[in-house]
T-cell receptor
Framework: RKEVEQDPGPFNVPEGATVAFNCTYSNSASQSFFWYRQDCRKEPKLLMSVYSSGNEDGRFTAQLNRASQYISLLIRDSKLSDSATYLCVVTPPGANNLFFGTGTRLTVIP | GAVVSQHPSWVICKSGTSVKIECRSLDFQATTMFWYRQFPKQSLMLMATSNEGSKATYEQGVEKDKFLINHASLTLSTLTVTSAHPEDSSFYIC????????????FGSGTRLTVV
């Protein structure tokens, strides 16, 4: 079983739409959770960390459900510039490396 | 903010030759460097973890004699793909972190390797 599983999409949404991505992780003892954004042929960039209490950064809201081992990312009022691949990332217990999901491809259409 | 410089950004080499990829942390001391590989439409897969001054720890299925990693200083780590073959063509990317709580990870810009 993969450490991190994501729906690869693609998600094609119109500008202004709200879109949600989900991700599950296999190790219940995982300790840190992130959403990264990766543009084509570029390195991943940290979008936001994910906390148990949920956190929001502008149009982006991340949620963590430890009981269900589930992480979500909500993007409101989608912009064309949001088009990218969104990677769900988890740090395993007792280690400091990152496990990446395969990513969910989002295209925002004018 | 923390910056990791990776080069070359792309390289084309002949089958059987070796290619060296460098990652330098420009404004912080990278105690740990991670090397990832990403094939098209796939996730980043961790190849190895290197701590400064120690031998790298390789993930299962990654040949340590083929992918030589050196992390001799706190600001430089290198990955050498030896005797490259077309199946080694991929996007290679490094990520550095410092041994401090919640320091975070900084990625290099990646190297696209094509072996012909």
């Amino acid at each position: 079983r993969k450490e991190v599983e994501q729906d690869p999409g693609p998600f094609n949404v119109p500008e202004g739409a709200t879109v949600a991505f989900n991700c599950t992780y296999s190790n219940s003892a995982s300790q840190s959770f992130f959403w990264y954004r990766q543009d084509c042929r570029k390195e991943p960039k940290l979008l936001m960390s994910v906390y148990s209490s949920g956190n929001e950064d502008g149009r982006f809201t991340a949620q963590l459900n430890r009981a269900s081992q589930y992480i979500s990312l909500l993007i409101r009022d989608s912009k064309l510039s949001d088009s990218a691949t969104y990677l769900c990332v988890v740090t395993p217990p007792g280690a400091n490396n990152l496990f990446f999901g395969t990513g969910t491809r989002l295209t925002v259409i004018p | 903010g923390a910056v990791v410089s990776q080069h070359p950004s792309w390289v084309i080499c002949k089958s059987g030759t070796s290619v060296k990829i460098e990652c330098r942390s420009l404004d912080f001391q990278a105690t740990t460097m991670f090397w990832y590989r990403q094939f098209p439409k796939q996730s980043l897969m961790l190849m190895a973890t290197s701590n400064e001054g120690s031998k790298a720890t390789y993930e299962q299925g990654v040949e340590k004699d083929k992918f030589l990693i050196n992390h001799a200083s706190l600001t430089l780590s290198t990955l050498t793909v030896t005797s490259a073959h077309p199946e080694d063509s991929s996007f290679y990317i490094c990520s550095a972190t410092r041994q401090a709580a919640n320091y975070g990870y900084t990625f290099g810009s990646g190297t696209r390797l094509t072996v012909v």
